[in-house]
C-alpha cells in the first residue's frame, strides 16, 4: 500500500523558536499518521526540525528535494533527492504532494512554494502564519487554503487529503 | 553592445482591460527604452499584450519563456524558448531579468514570479497591484519592491536598472 | 545511518524479455544489499520490472522520478516524485545516486542519462550492453564506466560506491 | 515573420582548432540564412566560436541557454537566458529548435544534448563527427541523423528545416 505524501515548507534562516518547535511537532505528528514527509531538504530551519521530528518517530519516512549537490541535507533525511534547478525544485516540493503545510510565515522562498501549490491546485494549510500572508493566499485560493493554529490542527486538516 | 533584459509578468486568463492597456503600453515604452522584453511568452493575457506593444516598436525584441512544447505562443514572440518545465519556467524568466515588473494583480503564477524575483535579490516593480499585494510583497523584499501607478512611472523606475 | 541509493536505467518501451528479467533481479540484488533504488518510476518497461523486483525483498524502497503528473506510475513505487520538468529529469536521476546502472541498451532517453551521468562524475555500470554502447560510453568516461555481463555482476561492481 | 531557430552544441573546454574554425563559420553560414542561434551560452569552444562568427554577419541573433548565473557569458551572445538548472537546461536547448546541429565529436554534455534531441524527435546534422559517434547515434535516431562534412554541407542540410 502506497503511503500518501505530505510537504511541509517554511523558513531556512529565518525561522522563530515557536515555528521550529511546531515544525518539530508536525514532524512527529505527521509521521505517527502514516504520511512520507517531503520538504526542501536542507540542514536549516524548518526543514531539519519537522525531518528530525519525524525520524523521532518509528516507522518515519522523509525525503528531501535539494536545490543543488553542494547543499548540506539535513541529517534526518532519508532520501535527499539531488536536483540542482536551485529554486525550481519549489515546484517539485509541491506537486509531490497531495497536501503542503507551511509552518510559520517563511520567507520568499517559502511564498513561492505557496504561490505554486495554488497554481496547481493542491490543498494548502497555513499553521501559525501571519495575517497578511493568511489575508494573501486565502484571497489566491480560496477554499483550497485553510488556516490552523496549533500542529495538532494542521494535522487534523491534513487528514482528509490522506485517503484519495 | 548587449541591450538589458526586463521581464514583465502578469495574469495570462484573468487580466482586466485595464491590465491589458497598461501591458501594451508598458511594451511599447520599454522597447523605446531599448530593452529587451521577457515575459512567458502564452499566446493570453499580459504576455500576449506586452509583446504585441514592444513589436510595434521599430527594433522592438521579444523573448518568450514557455512552460511547455504545446503551450500557444503569443504571435509576437520574435525568439520563443521551449523549456518543458512547466510553472518551473518562472525561475528562468526572473533569474534571465535585470529588473521584473509585475503587470496588474495577477493570480498564483504571476505570485511565484514575484516571490521568486525577490529570493533571486531581483528588483521588483508593482504596476497597478492591489493593495494586499503591494503591502505581501514590500513586506517580503523591502526596499527592492518599488510602486508604480502607470506604465510611464514604471518604466521610468526600471530606467535606473538599465545599465550595470 | 542514511542508505545509499542507486539508479537503474533503461528502456521504457522496447525492453527485451531478458533485460526485463535481468531489471527484475537486480532489483531483488540490490535491495538485498540495502540500496535505495532510485528509477524514471514509469509503469513501462526496465522501469517497472526494477521496483517490482526491489519491492519481492522485505525492506525494499523505491523512489521514482517522473517526467509529468500525467505519467503512469509503477506500481512498487513507494515514493513517485512529480517533477512535471519532462526529460529534464533525467539529470535528478543521476545526481541523487551514487552509482548509475544502465540495464540493456535502452533508447534516447537511457543514452541521456548515462552522458549525464558521465557529465556529473559518477560512476556508471553497463548490464548487457550492446558492443556499439560499450565502446561509446567507455570512450566518454573512460574508467568510470564498467562493464557487467549479469545482475549479480553488476550489483558486486555496485558494491565499491556503497559506503562513502 | 519569425525567424527559425538553430542550435549548435559542441565541446566546451576540448574542441579542436579545426572544431573551433568550423563553429565560426557555422555561425557565420547560419547567420547569413537568417537562422538565430541558440546555443549553451558559455564563454567557451564551440559556444564562443559560434556566437561570435553570427555576430560577424549584419542582423545574426544569437541566443545563449546558461546552466547557471555563475557561468561567463560568451561576448557575442544578445540575449543570456539564466536558468540556473545546470545540465538540465541541455533539454532547452534542443527544445527551442528546429534543428541542432553538433560540431566535432564533443565531450558528455553534448552527448547529452545529441541523445535528448533524438528523444525530443529533433532532427540532428553531425559536422565533423568522429565514427563512434556517427555510428551510435545514427543507430539511435536512424534517418533523423544526418552526416556533413563541412560547415557548408551541414548549414545546406539544415535549410530543409527551415520553413515549417
Given at each position: 500500500m502506497v503511503r500518501p505524501i505530505v510537504s511541509v515548507v517554511g523558513a531556512?534562516?529565518?525561522?522563530?523558536a515557536a515555528g521550529l518547535a511546531n515544525a518539530f511537532r508536525l514532524g512527529q505528528l505527521l509521521a505517527a499518521d502514516g504520511w512520507i514527509i517531503v520538504s526542501?531538504?536542507?540542514?536549516?530551519?524548518i526543514m531539519r526540525e519537522v525531518n528530525r521530528g519525524a525520524k523521532s518517530i518509528q516507522g518515519g519516512l522523509t525525503v528531501g528535494i535539494l536545490p543543488s549537490a553542494s547543499s548540506a541535507v539535513a541529517p534526518d533525511v532519508d532520501v535527499p533527492i539531488i536536483t540542482d534547478i536551485g529554486q525550481a525544485r519549489n515546484n517539485i516540493i509541491v506537486l509531490t504532494s497531495r497536501v503542503v503545510i507551511a509552518c510559520g510565515a517563511g520567507g520568499a522562498g517559502t511564498a513561492s512554494e505557496l504561490a505554486l501549490a495554488i497554481k496547481a491546485g493542491k490543498p494548502l494549510i497555513l499553521l501559525a502564519a501571519d495575517e497578511a500572508s493568511q489575508s494573501f493566499f486565502k484571497r489566491l485560493g480560496s477554499d483550497r487554503v485553510q488556516i490552523a493554529d496549533s500542529p495538532e490542527a494542521a494535522v487534523t486538516l491534513a487528514r482528509q487529503f490522506q485517503i484519495e
Open positions: 531556512g534562516e529565518n525561522a522563530t526542501g531538504g536542507r540542514d536549516a530551519g
